[in-house]
């Protein structure tokens, strides 16, 4: 008998050390997970406030006033992007557990913002760098300024009086930010035929990365997918004419949209490029989730069923 207490005092002793193991090894993989995401979103509230600063650092000039404005917004900014990245529950950002939609529409911004400052710095203080670039944005500007395109579209929003250097200013800084997004939503579809984006990621958490969607209202999820993904492209294609009309409508009466300002030609063009890249990217998004949901339905169905038989 005291051989047998004895064995079961080991084993006890063994599973209780066993136990303890497992318990300290889950909690070292929780603040691993904890520490690892509060890192990302720190390092991407960082990267969105260099972003926003980047006019104001590159291009001389910028009074005190409006360094402050600007710090007061890349703050605000960052905090909203580390609050957003730090929980694990949703929040106003799409797509954030569903790598790299999110990186890639930052890319595309920041790029955008910074090009162009670089182009608005030649007029101010010239290096080789800035004549560079401008002259190869000039380029391109003159290429995409065709009949009813884009390009052609941004310069109505000048005001009468704008002489040509001005109008070339804006030719040249809509030209580029036109031709990153493209590029970027370009290697988007690229990447998401070469990775079977969000599969590869594990299982799609609609809850997470679709706040905004909510899949148990409305009919059937796919159809609601497809639609909403319809609605973003066309808005997409169409918002780079429509934003030069509606901004020439509403300048009726008023005084029409200056755009000899710096940073006010870079925020208006990077927001008239981003805004329909953007819708386009999350209408390819939601039809390719659409696709996925379809997919595996085909497979549930295809799958045999086992057990009880219909009588």
């Given at each position: 008998?005291?051989?047998i ?37 720190a ?45 694990t529950?949703?929040?106003?950002v799409?797509?954030r ?13 920041f ?5 162009l ?5 030649n ?7 800035t ?6 944005g000039?380029?391109i500007?003159?290429a ?9 579209l ?14 070339a200013a ?21 990447l998401?035929?070469?990775n079977?984006w ?6 799609f ?6 706040p905004t ?43 029409p ?5 710096p ?16 819708l386009?990217m ?9 696709e ?20």
């Amino acid at each position: 008998m005291g051989k047998i207490e004895a064995a079961r005092h080991n084993v006890r002793g063994k599973l209780g050390t066993r136990t303890r193991q497992w318990i300290a090894s889950d909690r070292f993989e929780e603040g691993k997970a904890v520490v690892s995401r509060l890192t990302g979103a720190a390092a991407r509230a960082f990267f969105v406030m260099v972003m926003i600063i980047t006019p104001s650092v590159l291009l001389p000039g910028t009074g005190a006033d409006g360094k402050e404005m600007v710090a007061l917004v890349a703050l605000f900014a960052g905090a909203l992007t580390f609050t957003e990245y730090k929980t694990t529950y949703p929040g106003l950002v799409e797509f954030r557990d569903a790598p790299p939609f999110n990186r890639m529409r930052f890319l595309i911004l920041f790029f955008t913002v910074f090009l162009l400052a670089v182009i608005e710095k030649n007029e101010l203080a010239p290096t080789s760098l800035t004549r560079l670039i401008s002259a190869i944005g000039l380029l391109i500007g003159n290429a995409l300024d065709f009949p009813y395109s884009p390009v052609r579209l941004a310069t109505l929003m000048m005001t009468q009086g704008s002489d040509g250097a001005q109008v070339a200013a804006v030719r040249t800084a809509a030209g580029v930010a036109y031709l990153v997004s493209a590029l970027g939503l370009a290697y988007f579809v690229v990447l998401l035929k070469m990775n079977s984006w969000p599969s590869r990621n594990g299982v799609f958490n609609v809850w997470i990365n679709l706040p905004t969607f909510d899949p148990t209202t409305g009919g059937d999820v796919v159809a609601r997918l497809e639609r909403d993904a319809r609605i973003n492209i066309a808005f997409g294609f169409l918002l780079p004419f429509l934003i030069p009309a509606v901004v020439k409508i509403g300048a009726s009466g008023f005084e029409p949209l200056t755009l000899t300002a710096p940073q006010t030609l870079i925020w208006v063009l990077t927001a008239w490029s981003f805004l329909p890249c953007s819708l386009f990217m999350r209408g390819i998004a939601m039809g390719k989730i659409a696709e996925m949901i379809r997919e595996q339905r085909k497979l549930s169905s295809a799958m045999p069923r086992s057990g009880f038989q219909p009588a």
